[in-house]
């Protein structure tokens, strides 16, 4: 993984828009997804950015709807009678009114036209745990290959206590055996990504999001117990893989909702900081998280870890000022050294922000990353 040595470096966080609102993601077959692929690995390149994807088109631009085919021992069932874990929490109780006019919208996003709103199932836990997706999984690795090469290049995943959210479990004896058993079915993926020349990236939403929904109740030590866990389940995931080919992303959520009860980062970034990776993507610029930045003045950033804050965020339509950016990134070169920093996004912009106004934003992005580097001596 590259580091800051020349200038500051720029990447984004995985999902992607495509060029106009009527294009589809995956819509037709191998050779127009291999179409669409080029053309956004090739925008991303023009405008700039140093560390590139395939906008997560191969996966269906879905980070977690993509597993659902990758999986054997799980079965759909029908909605519980309570609320489903992922529509329950504090954040939804004070501001019910407003969660009542989304859903009825079906969206808290922008919406393309090509893309419906989908109802995610959800599911029981039957059975072994086993990886199935290997097909697919080598289609997505190699469409990345083909068109955008390996240098410089990251291929996403989902952490095991992001997929068990949507997963009940009715086989295993424990919550951690339950844990364990998806990081070990999902080694499989991360060996494959990371094995063929890419930089893995292990998206974790559903980590810390989960605070106002079963957090508050249990209490901060409790759930920084339960954080942990599952933390140690990724580790076990990683474990044949060198540091410096992962890159781990957290956040919170980052649905378009008030957030006002977020964890705060200074109460996990300990537990961020023992993932087994080389890099560490978190949010940084939204209005709810960017104050954060002074946790990285009083807790050091290991030797040798990279720090990706997001210094633009999908959270609102209003587009960056470069010198905003700059601005950010300067503040965090300042806490943790300029070659231990990439400018990134807070989380991805596909299915959540205009295409004209996510890419404006990446523009913003990257000329931001410029002045930085000038006014820290590059």
Request: with cysteine; proline share 4%.
């Given at each position: 993984?590259?580091?800051?040595?020349?200038?500051?470096?720029?990447?984004?966080?995985?999902?992607?828009?495509?060029?106009?609102?009527?294009?589809?993601?995956?819509?037709?077959?191998?050779?127009?997804?291999?179409?669409?692929?080029?053309?956004?690995?090739?925008?991303?390149?023009?405008?700039?950015?140093?560390?590139?994807?395939?906008?997560?088109?191969?996966?269906?631009?879905?980070?977690?709807?993509?597993?659902?085919?990758?999986?054997?021992?799980?079965?759909?069932?029908?909605?519980?009678?309570?609320?489903?874990?992922?529509?329950?929490?504090?954040?939804?109780?004070?501001?019910?009114?407003?969660?009542?006019?989304?859903?009825?919208?079906?969206?808290?996003?922008?919406?393309?036209?090509?893309?419906?709103?989908?109802?995610?199932?959800?599911?029981?836990?039957?059975?072994?745990?086993?990886?199935?997706?290997?097909?697919?999984?080598?289609?997505?690795?190699?469409?990345?290959?083909?068109?955008?090469?390996?240098?410089?290049?990251?291929?996403?995943?989902?952490?095991?206590?992001?997929?068990?959210?949507?997963?009940?479990?009715?086989?295993?004896?424990?919550?951690?055996?339950?844990?364990?058993?998806?990081?070990?079915?999902?080694?499989?993926?991360?060996?494959?990504?990371?094995?063929?020349?890419?930089?893995?990236?292990?998206?974790?939403?559903?980590?810390?999001?989960?605070?106002?929904?079963?957090?508050?109740?249990?209490?901060?030590?409790?759930?920084?117990?339960?954080?942990?866990?599952?933390?140690?389940?990724?580790?076990?995931?990683?474990?044949?893989?060198?540091?410096?080919?992962?890159?781990?992303?957290?956040?919170?959520?980052?649905?378009?909702?008030?957030h006002a009860y977020d964890l705060e980062l200074?109460?996990?970034?300990?537990?961020?900081?023992?993932?087994?990776?080389?890099?560490?993507?978190?949010?940084?610029?939204?209005?709810?998280?960017?104050?954060?930045?002074?946790?990285?003045?009083?807790?050091?950033?290991?030797?040798?870890?990279?720090?990706?804050?997001?210094?633009?965020?999908?959270?609102?339509?209003?587009?960056?000022?470069?010198?905003?950016?700059?601005?950010?990134?300067?503040?965090?070169?300042?806490?943790?050294?300029?070659?231990?920093?990439?400018?990134?996004?807070?989380?991805?912009?596909?299915?959540?922000?205009?295409?004209?106004?996510?890419?404006?934003?990446?523009?913003?992005?990257?000329?931001?990353?410029?002045?930085?580097?000038?006014?820290?001596?590059?």
């Amino acid at each position: 993984m590259n580091r800051s040595e020349d200038k500051i470096l720029t990447t984004h966080v995985g999902a992607l828009p495509f060029l106009s609102d009527n294009k589809g993601v995956a819509a037709g077959d191998e050779s127009s997804l291999r179409e669409e692929v080029s053309a956004i690995v090739a925008l991303q390149r023009e405008i700039g950015l140093d560390i590139v994807n395939e906008g997560e088109f191969a996966k269906g631009g879905d980070w977690l709807r993509y597993m659902q085919d990758r999986f054997s021992g799980f079965s759909e069932i029908d909605t519980p009678a309570e609320k489903p874990l992922v529509e329950q929490g504090k954040d939804r109780e004070d501001f019910a009114d407003f969660y009542k006019y989304a859903s009825a919208r079906g969206t808290l996003f922008y919406l393309p036209q090509s893309h419906g709103v989908k109802k995610r199932p959800v599911e029981a836990c039957t059975g072994p745990v086993i990886y199935t997706g290997g097909a697919a999984l080598q289609a997505e690795i190699d469409i990345t290959l083909a068109t955008a090469g390996k240098d410089n290049v990251f291929l996403t995943s989902t952490a095991p206590a992001s997929l068990e959210v949507y997963r009940r479990n009715r086989h295993y004896a424990s919550d951690e055996a339950y844990v364990f058993a998806i990081a070990e079915a999902m080694r499989t993926e991360y060996e494959a990504i990371a094995g063929a020349g890419l930089i893995l990236q292990v998206d974790d939403a559903w980590l810390p999001a989960l605070w106002d929904r079963i957090g508050m109740g249990m209490g901060l030590g409790a759930f920084r117990a339960r954080c942990q866990m599952r933390v140690e389940a990724l580790n076990y995931a990683l474990r044949n893989i060198p540091e410096d080919r992962v890159r781990y992303h957290l956040c919170w959520g980052s649905w378009h909702g008030p957030h006002a009860y977020d964890l705060e980062l200074e109460h996990i970034v300990d537990i961020l900081l023992g993932v087994k990776a080389q890099a560490y993507l978190i949010e940084g610029a939204n209005a709810r998280h960017e104050h954060e930045h002074v946790v990285w003045s009083q807790v050091k950033l290991p030797d040798g870890k990279i720090l990706i804050p997001g210094v633009v965020t999908h959270s609102t339509d209003v587009v960056e000022h470069p010198e905003l950016v700059s601005q950010r990134l300067q503040r965090y070169a300042r806490h943790v050294g300029r070659e231990n920093l990439i400018a990134g996004a807070d989380c991805g912009f596909g299915w959540r922000s205009h295409p004209q106004i996510a890419w404006a934003k990446l523009k913003s992005l990257v000329e931001g990353a410029k002045r930085a580097s000038e006014v820290l001596g590059y």
